[in-house]
């Protein structure tokens, strides 16, 4: 049975089988709590991949009772279509007194857990959809707002474009944020700028916006100024995704209005004056067919990288070097 986020409330507190996929890790923790929270119980926390290889010691612990457990919750992280007959089994053996909750990345619509979960009425299924813009703006106003901290719309702007759409990035900030407002009134923007590392990240930022505007001497000086190295890779692809994706929106309005200026100045989030050369020359470089083909390059790199982690940096590096200083948009 499929749920929505806000629906946990609905679930019966005997209810055993829980999938929770997407990509928003903030919301699937958020959920998981709000699960764990209805019963008392001894958390045992499982990766796939370790009940694979240890299955046996895994059906041990689910199958046998102990008279000091109330309960116990099963929580199975990075979980995936592999780990599909063993918890069709699960279900089948009628188990009681567990509670089993699958937290997964993202999963297609044929997806055999994914489907085993939607059709079932006593399996709940929660996709978790990454927050929008005004979803984030939200949470920050009314965190901002019961920490009695005074920030502007525009500070919470900045940053909400650092958290990609995930809500636990956001927290992290914000907890930031209130720890060094403990003893001030108000928050200027260049605090808010060295708090989120905005201006550390201000190369990888130029090195994007540069390699979207396809400026290829812009990029190599960039390149060659700066030492990236491995434990940059998350972030660089993170920037690029989080831009290539703002793009998008901007050139799907662009073709509708064909007015550059006003698709720029009717953004949301804002578009900062600083920024908004640079992005008309984006918005002329990029159709959506062409940006919705680099994001799902994008989303290809990080899986290479993830494989290739101590070659992460020279994959990326060259494909910025492809993307940006390519003539056509391919």
């Not at 923790?29 to 895994?58: A, H, L, M, R, V």
């Not at 474009?161 to 930031?176: A, F, Q």
């Not at 910025?320 to 003539?327: A, F, M, V, Y």
């Amino acid at each position: 049975m499929i749920l929505k986020t806000f629906e946990l409330s609905k679930i019966k507190n005997d209810t055993i089988f829980y999938l929770l996929y997407g990509k928003n890790e903030g919301l699937k923790s958020e959920c998981i709590n709000e699960i764990i929270n209805k019963d008392i119980g001894k958390i045992y926390n499982y990766d796939e991949k370790q009940i694979k290889d240890e299955i046996e010691t895994f059906y041990e612990n689910i199958l046998s009772g102990s008279l000091f457990e109330n309960k116990k919750i099963i929580i199975i992280n990075r979980a995936s279509d592999k780990i599909h007959e063993i918890i069709q089994d699960l279900i089948n053996r009628n188990i009681n007194n567990v509670k089993v909750i699958i937290n997964a990345g993202i999963l297609e619509t044929k997806s055999k857990i994914r489907s085993l979960f939607e059709k079932q009425k006593d399996l709940i299924c929660i996709p978790t959809y990454p927050d929008n813009s005004d979803t984030l703006s939200k949470l920050a106003t009314n965190y901002f707002r019961n920490e009695k901290i005074s920030i502007s719309q525009q500070n919470i702007n900045l940053i909400i474009e650092k958290c990609n759409g995930d809500r636990s990035y956001l927290k992290i900030e914000m907890d930031k944020i209130k720890n060094y407002a403990k003893y001030k009134k108000k928050i200027s923007s260049e605090e808010i700028l060295k708090l989120v590392n905005l201006s550390e990240n201000f190369g990888l930022s130029e090195l994007i916006d540069n390699c979207l505007a396809k400026n290829k001497n812009k990029i190599m000086n960039i390149i060659n100024e700066n030492n990236y190295n491995s434990e940059d890779s998350i972030t660089i692809l993170r920037t690029f995704l989080s831009k290539a994706k703002r793009i998008l929106k901007l050139a799907i309005e662009f073709e509708k209005n064909k007015d550059i200026n006003k698709t720029i100045n009717s953004a949301k989030p804002p578009i900062f004056w600083k920024d908004k050369d640079i992005v008309k020359i984006q918005l002329n470089k990029w159709k959506p067919d062409k940006i919705k083909k680099l994001i799902k390059n994008i989303n290809n790199i990080e899986l290479e990288t993830k494989k290739n982690y101590s070659n992460s940096i020279l994959i990326i590096t060259n494909f910025i070097l492809e993307k940006g200083c390519s003539d056509i948009n391919n």
